[in-house]
């Protein structure tokens, strides 16, 4: 009796295996964008009157989107962490839409328990943050704005560092855990909002200060020669050309979402 060749045998089940990896695995994502989307809701539902851990579990009193088991789930988290608990799912569902859409090479792929940390050390912040600055009058919230976990921290850190010194280590645990969690340059930013308040900046001058008078008062006095003329500085003719090509970009980008009822913008000329 012939037996069969192993690696035959493996390269006729690796299709039919990987396939059903694939399956389960993006089963698995959207069964956790599903969740999420159903735990933002009975977030956003919440009603203190609904039945919960301190009160009767009367199933016809139940307001909450998500029935009896959202009015559960949802007073044990903001009962737990407070408002940061919208927080969840809304960093949840911002992934998986990253990765339906495409984006799957993020830089701390490698690093899940370091991705795991900082997320761990943003909902402590923040909890903590919530408690100390936010009221909860017209939140109604089971422990406060910030749940039992920020309630627990902030009173001994108010006692042992002061409002001050409190502020101090949770703005900067805050920005930390932001910045390493979504991988934010922060000079990259500054350096965006630099080059965005430049160029508005510069936009308004140049259609403010840009072209010449042409009232009739204007023409009839006597002008002196300038000393030099705006439209030969160096400054002004790069401020244009990048304005010009600006509006270039942007009416390319029109013309091929709308083609039919965008037209090329007009360039300034120096």
Known sequence: MALSNPRTRKASQTPSTTWIQMLSWRGYHLALLAFSVYIFIVLV????ADPSFSQAFDVSATHNAGGTFGAILSD???RSIGIVAYLIPVIVIEYEVRRFL???NHPDAAHPWFKLLTFAALI??????????FSNQGLQYPQGSGGLLGQSLSQPLHHALGMTGTNILVLTTLML???QFWQLRWGVITETLGRHCIYWYLHLKLSLFGAQSTSPKAAT???NPPLASPAKTAWYRAAVTHLNQRRRRISSLLRGLWPST????ESIQP
């Open 102 to 104: 495409g984006h799957k």
């Open 262 to 265: 965008v037209t090329p913008s």
């Open 124 to 133: 402590v912040a923040f909890s903590v943050f919530s408690a100390v600055h």
């Open 76 to 78: 044990l988290l903001l």
């Open 45 to 48: 539902s919440f009603d203190i």
């Open 177 to 179: 855990a932001i910045s």
């Open 221 to 223: 006095k006597k002008q």
